[in-house]
Structures are given as structure tokens and as C-alpha cells.
């Protein structure tokens, strides 16, 4: 492979719905780049792309594959994104590293949810955005209904550069109004004839270039003096006022394609290195909000975006060169740890194929093996640049489940493949709750954690179990209560000895602490001497108050008495889950000067916190999560009932780009599994997000429920 300067580098990002045809477009691509001689399918499963047994065998994209082409005197980094919401962390971490996305469109569907949600995350990142419009060779193709769904989501940025002679599975040719040519296809292997463009379509073709005209000429003063002076651009004038367009975000360059049969593929490649950014375009910014340029005059750093384990490698480190010039041999260190790392090795990735380069220019993308410590969101620079670039922002998990090994002596060896699963793939979460005393797994839906599954069967030969979690509830009061407990303990010697008189109160927002109370019809007025407040690890407050007057308990129990409330705290009195938001005024009691001790008056606190809390009302509160729906308007009415169903409060109803959305409050106990649902319910075409809220009180035969189900366990143990 020759050497390739910044300015002849693009790094593209492949993305779009499921079963758009990103792979089979890769796969086009590297034939028109010489990288291979022949052009593999999905369904024969030999693409360069899907080249994993699970991927081979689900025939659809699971992992962001790293892949490249050499195409007229330029290297074009092709990152093939999965498609499915499931897997969408593979987009987000290509965003970082690419200048551009295709956005690749099935003729046959339109624009869908998952186009929806690449195309958000790419103007999330800042990624421009060119349209290919697959599958136009299909039984179903219809240009004019994919143009339509496209003004929907998108307005005026969709700008026609071609449209399609005979869409449909007589497909095999396009009309390019910025070349002003027909470009007929003779077979299925890209060859092409540039003809004339046959009169039936000359008039559409001058009109649509009209328009293209008109838009170039909008994003550069130059160009629209001239366009108001001669009414006309030349070719390289409209690509250049088209390009500024598309690089703001405010155009969508639209081209037209059969990826199976290598039609329009090659005019995508040529549009795309003459109008797309290179590296040296886009600043990268570091973790103190300095944006750095791409340079190749500058100290080397790189980014590594993700990671990989394989087979005869190891541990892969899929990188960018974000400035500089990575040789083979140079030391580099990690400027958020001051780790060192040698790179050993360079390569140039198109999927299993690794070729082996001696350097890689900034902008670049390759990959490395044996570091000894570098993970994904890592930067790597030149000793004493002191430059980390910010991390990738994953989404967040949408899918939460309890897994445990079905043999225990298999638990230490599956939370060191899990460990090693999230490293490969941050959107996989693991951690264990020390509170729920359960092992989570975390992921974007069913399908991404069943792939866990099937790695951990199938790769580490664990079996595991996957289960409903427990869910994190709290515990707190209603209204005030008072009780005292003596914890009196005599066995011969030394005894144990502890009285504690205490008081209970929600603590509210908004509302200040009192020392008048009313308890059993007596008005109670407290002399507060002292004040503890406590922000909880676990969310809420404790406050404690120290009313001891006269010596009745001396100062140096009043620690004692704290420790035991925060221990009750710990494990609440009505299902051992963790309390909050609750005032405690000590205010009486009494010792002995022999007997009392710090323990007797941890067990008297307990014991006296735990029957005041049992008589302040108390409530079982269950985290609630905000959530969004995205859906086609053919199933708003199915989502809706669906979560009406969940104990949601419905927020909000409304369109956004030709969807219907849904926001409602639902709580976490009632969306287990909720990702599978929604998409049985849709075919597999809404999507939604969910973020958590806050701590609500649950109703009242839902708390009889816990309750109960809490007495059944505590029996059977």
C-alpha cells in the first residue's frame, strides 16, 4: 500500500436503518477500490464486512467494521455501521472518527426509524450527511414515495444529484444532473456507458438542475453574484456551493443506487472525495475544550475508538491518527495516566484482512496489537504533549437484566468475560449491586445482551441464567411518629445498658425544620442543640438532631445513636429497602454508669427508629423513568395502550419528522423487557429512549403486593 497524505484521506461511516444494504454497499466499494476481485453477498456469508460466525449466522451487522479502499489516488476508510437500534454503539463510536456518513436508504421502505436514529446521531456529532438511495432494483422500489418520506424527515435539505431510469427490478441506469449525463449499466459488475441523456427525461433533468443551480448558489456570496449575473454555475461551482452546503448540515446530497448490482456505486466514491471534508477539515476537541487540528506537521497523537479481541491477534486497538505521524516502533504515552505504550505494529484494517504499514499519516485509521493497557476512549500522544481528547459519549442502556453462572464455581470466570465484553463494547454495562446483591447486565435491547449471551456460551463455554432484576426501592415516612426503646442486657459482669427516646419526620422540599410537634394530642417543643445532615449515596437526605437536655445520654453516645439509625437506614423496616428523606430528633432517654456502652445504644436507636418509622406512614417509593417513543402512526394507538398498561402517565403527544412520539413517566418495575415488546408490537419500527427521574410512592395495592411478597421471603429464609 502507498503512503497517503492527510488531504488524501476520507474516513466514511456507513449507516441507516436494518436491511438497508450497508454491507452489500461496502462490499461494492472495496471491489471498486481493488481491494478485492470479487464481491461477496449476506446471504452467502462471505462478505469482507460481516465477517464473525454471529454475524455470518443472524446474516445482518453486528460490530462497526473497519474497512478501506484505494480510489482515485485517494485511501477511502469505510466504517460499515450496524443498522439495528441494538447495536448502535458502533455508529456512535464511528462518528467520532469519520469526517462523513453515507446515509444509505431502502428504495423499497423509505426513510424508517433507524434511518431517523443514525441521522440524529450524525447531526448530534456534527457528521455531514450524504443520501444513498439503495435497492432501487428491487420488486418494491418506489423513488417517488422514498423522496416523499424523505421531505418529511428532512424539509429542503434532500438535494437531488440523480434520479432513476426504470426503478424496479428493471433498474440499470440514472440520470446525474450535476454531470448532465446518463449513465447506463451493462451488467452487474459496475460497468458502465456514459451516454446522452435520452430526451424523455431532459426536461426533468434541466429542471432538477435548476434547482441544484439555485442551491449552490446560496451557500457562497461568489457564487450567487454570478448565478444572479449569468443564471448559470459550472460543474465544479456547483459541487463546491453544494459541498459548503452539505459540510453546514443544511443540504443532503441525494444519489441513486443498486449496491447488489454495482449501479451508481462508483459516482458515490468520485462525488464523495471531491466534496467530502478530509481530516485535516475537522478539529478534534480535547478533554479542556481545545480543539486541535489534523495536521501532519505537529506531535503525533492518536485515538483509539474501539476494541476487539481475535482470534491469532489478541487484543486488537482499532485507532485514529488524530495529528502527526504514527510510525512503527514509536513510544507513546496515555496523558490521563502516564501509562507508556509501544506500538509495535501498524495496519491497515479492511475486516480479517490486516495489512502491515511501516506508517500512517494524521487522519488516517488503522489498528494495532499487544498494548498493554489502552481501552476504547483512550488517547495516546507523544511524551509531554499532555493532549487527551474528549471521550465518546455512548447512549444509554435501554435493556437491564439479573445474570448469574448456572454453576457457581463458574462465577469469577464469567465476571472476567463480562469485564472483557464491555471493554470491546462500552454499551454493555456491568456492575454488581451491592444493594439488590445481584450481578446487572446492562445493554441497548434483548438482541444486544442475547449476543452477550452467545459470546459467553459459545466463545468463554460459560452457561448463564438471565432473570428479572430487583428493583432499587425506598423506603420513607408521611407523617411524624414517636417511640423510645431500653435495650437492657444482664449476664454476669458487665451488662449492657441503652435508652433512646426519638422522633420521626418526612423531610419535604421546601419546608424548613420545626422543633413543635403534637404527639398523642401533646404538644412537644424540643430544644435543638445540634445538627447532622446527611446527602444519602442512594439519593435523599438524613437529618439529625441532638434535643438531649439535662444529660440524660451523654455526648459521647450520641455517635452510637446515629450509627445505629443509618445501619436501620440500610435496611428498611418494611422490605429491608434503603430509607430516605427522614428527620430524627433524639430528645430523651437514659444510661447507666456502669452499664452503658456504644452498643447498647446502637440496638436501642435501631429498635426505636424502626417502630417510629413502622407508625409514621410509611411508603415504599420505586424509581421512575422518563420515556420517549418514536414511532410510525399506524402503531400510536398499540404504544400507547402498551404503556397505559405499564402504570405510565402519558406527558405528551406529538409529531417529529413524520413520526409520531410518546413521552410519559413509567416506572422501572414495568419496563423489563419493554425494548422486546415495543418491537413485536411495531414490526421492529419504533425505537425509544429512557432516562431516569426521580423517586415517586408507589400505590397502594402495589405496596401491599411487596409487602407481602417481602413477609413470603423472609419466612422461607
Not at 452467545?454 to 425506598?474: D, G, H, M, T
Not at 430524627?584 to 456504644?598: A, F, I, L, T
Not at 410519559?664 to 423489563?672: D, Q
Request: charged share 30%; hydrophobic share 35%.
Amino acid at each position: 500500500m502507498k503512503f497517503y497524505s492527510t488531504q488524501n484521506i476520507r474516513n466514511v461511516v456507513l449507516i441507516g436503518s436494518t436491511r438497508s444494504g450497508k454491507t452489500t454497499l461496502s462490499e461494492a466499494m472495496l471491489y471498486e477500490g481493488k481491494v478485492i476481485d470479487r464481491r461477496g453477498t449476506v446471504e452467502a456469508r462471505n462478505t469482507v464486512s460481516d465477517n464473525s460466525e454471529i454475524e455470518q449466522m443472524n446474516q445482518r451487522s453486528i460490530y462497526a467494521t473497519p474497512l478501506y479502499a484505494e480510489f482515485m489516488d485517494n485511501k477511502f476508510n469505510i466504517i460499515d455501521a450496524p443498522g439495528a437500534d441494538d447495536f448502535i454503539g458502533g455508529a456512535v463510536s464511528a462518528f467520532k472518527v469519520c469526517e462523513t456518513a453515507i446515509l444509505v436508504i431502502n428504495a423499497q421502505q423509505g426513510v424508517e426509524v433507524g434511518t431517523e436514529i443514525h441521522s440524529r446521531f450524525a447531526e448530534k456529532y456534527g457528521v455531514p450527511m450524504i443520501v444513498a438511495i439503495n435497492q432501487l432494483d428491487g420488486e418494491k422500489a418506489s423513488w417517488e414515495t422514498t423522496l416523499d418520506s424523505m421531505k418529511e424527515a428532512f424539509g429542503k435539505k434532500p438535494v437531488l444529484i440523480q434520479f432513476p431510469v426504470n426503478p424496479g427490478p428493471g433498474f440499470d441506469g440514472f440520470i446525474d444532473v450535476l454531470k448532465m449525463k446518463y449513465y447506463h449499466f451493462k451488467d452487474e459488475n459496475g460497468t458502465r456507458e456514459d451516454l446522452e441523456i435520452p430526451e424523455q427525461y431532459k426536461a426533468e433533468a434541466e429542471e432538477l438542475r435548476a434547482a441544484l443551480i439555485e442551491r449552490a448558489a446560496e451557500y457562497d456570496d461568489t457564487l450567487m453574484e454570478k448565478f444572479f449575473e449569468a443564471g448559470v454555475l459550472t460543474e465544479d461551482e456547483i459541487r463546491k456551493g453544494i459541498g459548503i452546503g452539505c459540510k453546514a448540515g443544511d443540504v443532503l446530497p441525494v444519489f441513486c443506487l443498486s449496491a447488489k448490482k454495482d449501479i451508481g456505486v462508483k459516482r458515490l466514491m468520485e462525488f464523495t472525495i471531491k466534496v467530502a471534508s478530509s481530516p485535516a477539515e475537522r478539529k478534534a476537541v480535547t478533554k479542556s475544550g481545545a480543539e486541535i487540528e489534523c495536521k501532519q506537521d505537529a506531535p503525533t497523537t492518536l485515538f483509539i475508538y474501539k476494541t476487539a479481541i481475535e482470534q491469532h491477534l489478541g487484543e486488537v486497538a482499532y485507532f485514529k491518527v488524530m495529528s502527526g505521524e504514527l510510525t512503527e516502533g514509536q513510544d507513546l504515552e496515555n496523558p490521563e495516566t502516564g501509562d507508556k505504550e509501544r506500538i509495535t505494529a501498524i495496519y491497515a484494517v479492511a475486516g480479517k484482512k490486516k495489512e502491515k504499514v511501516t506508517d500512517l499519516f494524521a487522519g488516517d485509521i488503522g489498528c494495532t496489537v499487544k498494548l498493554r493497557a489502552a481501552k476504547t476512549n483512550t488517547t495516546l500522544s507523544q511524551p509531554g504533549t499532555d493532549i487527551a481528547y474528549e471521550h465518546i459519549n455512548f447512549p444509554p442502556s435501554k435493556f437491564r437484566t439479573a445474570v448469574k453462572a448456572k454453576e457457581q464455581k463458574d462465577e469469577e470466570k464469567l465476571s472476567e468475560a463480562l469485564n472483557k465484553i464491555s471493554a470491546e463494547d462500552p454499551t454493555v454495562i456491568v456492575e454488581y449491586s451491592k444493594e439488590l446483591k445481584q450481578t446487572i447486565l446492562k445493554g441497548q435491547g434483548e438482541q444486544h445482551i442475547n449476543i452477550v449471551k452467545w459470546r459467553l456460551q459459545n466463545e468463554n463455554k460459560i452457561e448463564i441464567e438471565l432473570f428479572a432484576p430487583k428493583i432499587s426501592y425506598r423506603e420513607t415516612i408521611t407523617k411524624v411518629a414517636a417511640a423510645s426503646y431500653r435495650h437492657k442486657k444482664q449476664s454476669g459482669g458487665a451488662g449492657q445498658f441503652g435508652e433512646v427516646h426519638l422522633l420521626v419526620c418526612p423531610v419535604v422540599e421546601g419546608v424548613e425544620a420545626t422543633n413543635k410537634f403534637k404527639i398523642d394530642g401533646k404538644d412537644l417543643v424540643l430544644n435543638i442543640k445540634g445538627k447532622e445532615s446527611f446527602d444519602l449515596e442512594w439519593g435523599g437526605k438524613l437529618e439529625f438532631y441532638n434535643c438531649i437536655v439535662g444529660g440524660a445520654i451523654d455526648a459521647r453516645f450520641m455517635p452510637a445513636i446515629l450509627k445505629g439509625i443509618m445501619d436501620k437506614m440500610n435496611e428498611g423496616p418494611l422490605t429491608g429497602s434503603l430509607a430516605r428523606d427522614i428527620r430524627v430528633y433524639v430528645y430523651d432517654g437514659k444510661m447507666h454508669p456502669v452499664d452503658s456502652n456504644e452498643i447498647s445504644f446502637v440496638l436501642a436507636a435501631r429498635n426505636a427508629f424502626k417502630e417510629a418509622f413502622r407508625n409514621a406512614g410509611p411508603k415504599i417509593m420505586e424509581p421512575i423513568y422518563n420515556v420517549e417513543v418514536m414511532t410510525p402512526s399506524a402503531y400510536m394507538g398499540a404504544c400507547m395502550s402498551d404503556l397505559q398498561n405499564r402504570r405510565a402517565i402519558i406527558e405528551g403527544m406529538g409529531t417529529d419528522r413524520g413520526f409520531d412520539t410518546i413521552k410519559a413517566r413509567v416506572p422501572l418495575a414495568e419496563l423489563y423487557k419493554y425494548s422486546t415488546t415495543l418491537s413485536s408490537l411495531t414490526s421492529g419500527s419504533a425505537t425509544f429512549t429512557m432516562e431516569f427521574a426521580d423517586y415517586q410512592p408507589v400505590p397502594s395495592d402495589v405496596q401491599e403486593k411487596l409487602l407481602k411478597a417481602y413477609m413470603e421471603q423472609e419466612k422461607d429464609e
